[in-house]
């Protein structure tokens, strides 16, 4: 029996995790790829203006704290005091801003 609930406790976390993964897709898509791309790679017109990150990039994923990216994603990036990068914290929940680090994070190959 308590096979049964471990297996079924385990199956709900698998779908729960593939649900924050789509639904960050989801998100990533529509928020941040008219910087960063589909792919992340930060070569769209917006991200050459406003020098979005490539986020395929191992080496800036290596030297990036999850915390850096959760803070860029819900307060903005600014430069000169104007932003470079909108804040997210009125559209995006700390779940989902945490699920788009979890994201971007996997767009390095």
Same mark, same amino acid.
């Given at each position: 029996m308590n096979k049964i609930f471990l297996s079924l406790a385990i199956a709900m976390g698998m779908a729960a995790a593939t649900l924050h993964a789509e639904e960050a897709k989801v998100n990533f898509e529509a928020k941040c790829a008219s910087c960063h791309?589909? #792919? %992340? $790679? %930060?070569?769209?017109?917006?991200?050459?203006?406003? %020098? =979005?990150?490539?986020l395929t990039d191992l080496k800036l994923q290596a030297t990036? $704290?999850? #915390?850096?990216?959760?803070? =860029?994603? $819900?307060? %903005?990036?600014?430069?000169?005091?104007k932003f470079i990068m909108r804040p997210f914290a009125e559209k995006l929940t700390d779940a989902e801003? $945490? =699920?788009?680090? =979890?994201?971007?994070?996997g767009l390095a190959k």
């Open positions: 791309g589909k #792919e %992340g $790679k %930060g070569d769209t017109i917006m991200g050459k203006k406003y %020098g =979005a990150r490539d990036r $704290k999850d #915390e850096d990216s959760f803070k =860029a994603i $819900k307060e %903005g990036i600014k430069k000169d005091d801003i $945490k =699920a788009l680090v =979890a994201y971007t994070r």
